[in-house]
């Protein structure tokens, strides 16, 4: 629920941004103040100069008060200047308000020439917002081996499936694909196809698909018309949705939203553009969508469907049009193109259509830190990651000596995910960074705590080991993967 200020319009907190940020902000809360939609807002900061000030997180106290109060945000892009804050401010305002459904529409304009023009380009990536590589988790393994974790959680695959139903309902979209790398990631990305194909018959009249996600671009690139909605993880969705940016002409026309239960954040898919900043030359319309996104999600679906006919008309018009379009030697003034638009509020285009929406129905998933319970579990063995000069031989002879009389055997060793001992005739260049697998001696059983320490001070007694993994089944069921070349 938006809060309601006491001349009972909805409060919003507007966050100008970096760069070219405030101009398109400017320009987006023209055209509001312009179309009569009852809104309200509140200017707060984020970005490079709360960094500069020595603020680590890039968000002061007073901007996420302001969201925690408001609970719809309208923002422009966020730079983090080198040699300040190690995190983004963008991915620090996603996270802390779990926004995980991040939402980002293309559609062909008018007289916005591209490859793809006169083929109706209309699509939707749906990206998951706050898992996966984007989690920020990394470690140097060794001084010349680096890691990112990867986290997939059901709870959050069950999460972004749903909207992505649900979103194709509102906009009266028939078809959602679900792009991921279960081919290769079995576990991680197959469990958003696995969660997508178990919750699409619940979705009876909306066609589901599954499809590789490099295959997808391809598909993007050869047939884009053939999407209507594409939901996946975090880092397929940030590549997949520049790409059909471009589809319809750029940046400039892409806007994005993004979705929590309780917090949404409007902006453009662009960043602060630093060499067109205070210049009046730059393409406003992405961040406009995104003000249009934002309208209806606070309901205002008029008001959208207005600022969004006159962007149209004004574009089918071609006489005023912005440089990102037509040459920077012959475009439009940001502030002239939002006169234009302003000027066209009320008129509609003569063939682009703006599409129906209906409200949409947030997926209600269960808070609960648990999402699968398993009847059974047991832990069979353990991943000791070693950090090693020695070569698979004598270091897989050095570890058989080394466990000798424990209730551990050494399976086998992987280098980068490739079986290295026993030899397999591979041909493998190896780095100074070992995954040893133990199972227990004759399989059957549990490993305890105890079983495992000793391993490790077995280990760590010749060799330097960094990082352990407990080699765990669920209901019988192997919770790992084998390397590449294990048998
Ligand atoms: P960028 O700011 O998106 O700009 C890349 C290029 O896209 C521009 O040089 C320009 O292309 C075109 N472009 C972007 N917005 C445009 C607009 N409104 N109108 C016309 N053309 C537009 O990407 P970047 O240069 O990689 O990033 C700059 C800074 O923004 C970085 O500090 C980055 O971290 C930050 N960033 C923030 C966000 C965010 O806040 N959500 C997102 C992305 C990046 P041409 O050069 O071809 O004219």
Redesign the pocket.
């Known amino acids: 629920m938006p809060y309601i200020t006491e001349s009972g319009k909805k409060l919003i907190t507007v966050i100008p ?5 405030p101009e ?1 902000i400017h320009s987006a809360l023209r055209i509001l103040e312009a179309v009569g939609a009852p809104v309200e807002w509140e200017v707060r900061e984020a ?2 100069s709360v960094f500069r000030r020595g603020l680590e997180s890039g968000v002061p106290p007073e901007t996420i008060e302001s969201i925690r109060k408001t609970r719809v945000v309208l ?7 080198v040699g300040y804050g190690e995190k ?3 991915v620090t305002l996603r996270k802390l308000f779990e926004t995980y459904a991040n939402v980002r529409p293309v559609r062909e304009f008018p007289n916005v020439p591209t490859p793809y023009s006169g083929r109706g380009i209309d699509l939707v990536v749906v990206r998951e917002n706050v898992e996966d590589l984007y989690a920020g988790i990394e470690h140097m393994q060794t001084p010349g081996v680096a890691q990112t974790l990867k986290l997939i959680s059901r709870k959050g695959c069950e999460k972004i499936v749903r909207f992505a139903f649900e979103l194709a309902r509102a906009e009266g979209r028939k078809k959602v694909h679900c792009a991921t790398k279960s081919n290769i990631m079995k576990l991680a990305e197959g469990m958003l196809k696995r969660v997508f194909e178990e919750i699409a018959p619940e979705y009876p009249d909306i066609e589901a698909q599954h499809i590789i996600v490099d295959n997808c671009a391809h598909q993007l690139v050869k047939r884009p018309e053939q999407f209507e909605v594409i939901v996946t993880t975090n880092m397929n969705g940030d590549i997949l949705s520049d790409l059909t940016s471009a589809l319809v002409g ?3 026309f892409a806007p ?1 939203a993004n979705i929590g239960n309780e917090v949404a954040i409007f ?10 900043a205070g210049k009046n ?7 406009i969508l995104s003000m249009v996104m934002m309208l209806r999600y606070l309901d205002e679906f008029e008001a959208a469907e207005t600022i969004e006919n006159a962007i149209l008309y004004t574009l089918e018009e071609g006489k005023v049009r ?3 379009v037509v040459g ?1 030697d012959r475009g439009a003034k940001t502030t002239e193109y939002t006169e234009a638009i302003i000027a066209n509020l009320g008129k509609r285009p003569r063939t682009a259509k703006v599409r129906q929406y209906r409200p949409i129905r947030l997926p209600q998933v269960p808070a609960d830190p648990v999402s699968v319970r398993p009847r059974s579990r047991r832990v069979i063995g353990v991943d000791v990651f070693v950090e090693s000069e020695l070569y698979p031989e004598p270091l897989g002879r050095l570890l058989e000596e080394l466990v000798e009389g424990s209730v551990f055997r050494l399976k086998m060793i992987s280098n980068r995910g490739t079986k290295v001992y026993p030899p397999t005739g591979a041909i493998t260049d190896v780095v100074d960074h070992y995954r040893c697998r133990f199972l227990l001696h004759g399989g059957a059983g549990e490993a305890t705590d105890e079983q495992i320490v000793d391993l490790v001070q077995r280990i760590g007694s010749r060799l330097r080991w960094m990082h352990l993994e407990k080699l765990q089944e669920f209901d019988g069921a192997p919770g790992f993967t084998k390397a590449q070349g294990e048998d």
């Open positions: 941004g970096d760069g070219i940020g398109c970005g490079a923002k422009g892009p966020l730079e983090t200047p983004s401010a963008n750029g940046l400039g994005s902006e453009a898919v662009h960043g602060s553009a630093p060499k067109y030359v730059i393409n406003p319309t992405a961040v912005t440089g990102d920077y």
